[in-house]
């Protein structure tokens, strides 16, 4: 079964639009770790962030943002007023606690920003 | 720090050629990562070493593919024979230690081409 499951396979937007990138995670383990990372057309991953289960509280950097629910297993990205730069595709990734570096990765969503 | 290095960082070859991967992970990191990438399959996890020894190799596709880690400073993934489903991106990266909640920093990759 798919762990981290990214429904948005590919996504257009207009530059300076708000953009959400959805993230479900499916875990039974009570410790748990959510990360998103950038693929750019350079090809390199870029890590952007990691949240814990017990740490629910949204986080914000600069125009990323960051809204984790437990309630609903969902750990989605907002970019506010996208730029051209932020065309990437992006993937969400999970850890638990019991199976220590297995990281879990999703299919990847790739956002175009259309200037 | 430099990051991640890998080479090469692209690598055409024959099929059935032996072919060998290299990543230097950053400097006081203790554990390795070698990720394969395909359109199809997505991000795999290869094989994960922590202070040098192989913990999980689960991942490793066939016989045809090893890897090593003689220091905490190198490591290399050998495809022999290399075949044209081999063709994907490679890629290495490390974390400061194993636990589930450390981020893995990756290298720019190693795009492989079996032709």
């Known amino acids: 079964a798919q762990k981290v499951t990214q429904a948005q396979t590919e996504i257009s937007v207009v530059e300076k639009e708000d953009v959400t990138l959805d993230c479900v995670y499916e875990t039974r383990d009570t410790t748990y770790y959510l990360f998103w990372y950038k693929q750019p057309p350079s090809g390199e991953l870029v890590f952007l962030i990691r949240?814990?289960?017990?740490?629910?509280q949204n986080e914000i950097s600069g125009r990323y943002s960051w809204n984790f629910q437990k309630s609903t297993s969902s750990f989605n990205f907002t970019i506010t007023a996208s730029q051209v730069v932020d065309s990437a595709v992006y993937f969400c990734?999970?850890?638990?606690?019991?199976?220590?570096?297995?990281?879990?990765f999703g299919t990847g969503t790739s956002l175009t920003v259309i200037p | 720090d430099a990051g991640v290095i890998q080479s090469p960082r692209h690598e055409v070859t024959e099929m059935g050629q032996e072919v060998t991967l290299r990543c230097k992970p950053i400097?006081?990191?203790?554990?390795l990562f070698w990720y394969r990438q395909t359109m199809m399959r997505g991000l795999e996890l290869l094989i994960y070493?922590?202070?040098?020894?192989?913990?999980?190799d689960s991942g490793m596709p066939e016989d045809r593919f090893s890897a090593k880690m003689p220091n905490a400073s190198f490591s290399t993934l050998k495809i022999q024979p290399s075949e044209p489903r081999d063709s994907a991106v490679y890629f290495c990266?490390?974390?400061?230690?194993?636990?589930?909640?450390?981020?893995?920093?990756f290298g720019q990759g190693t795009r492989l081409t079996v032709v």
């Open positions: 990266a490390s974390s400061l230690w194993g636990g589930a909640n450390t981020e893995a920093f």
């Open positions: 070493f922590n202070n040098n020894v192989p913990i999980d």
């Open positions: 400097s006081g990191h203790n554990s």
């Open positions: 990734a999970l850890s638990e606690e019991n199976t220590g570096n297995q990281f879990y």
């Open positions: 949240r814990n289960s017990f740490d629910e």
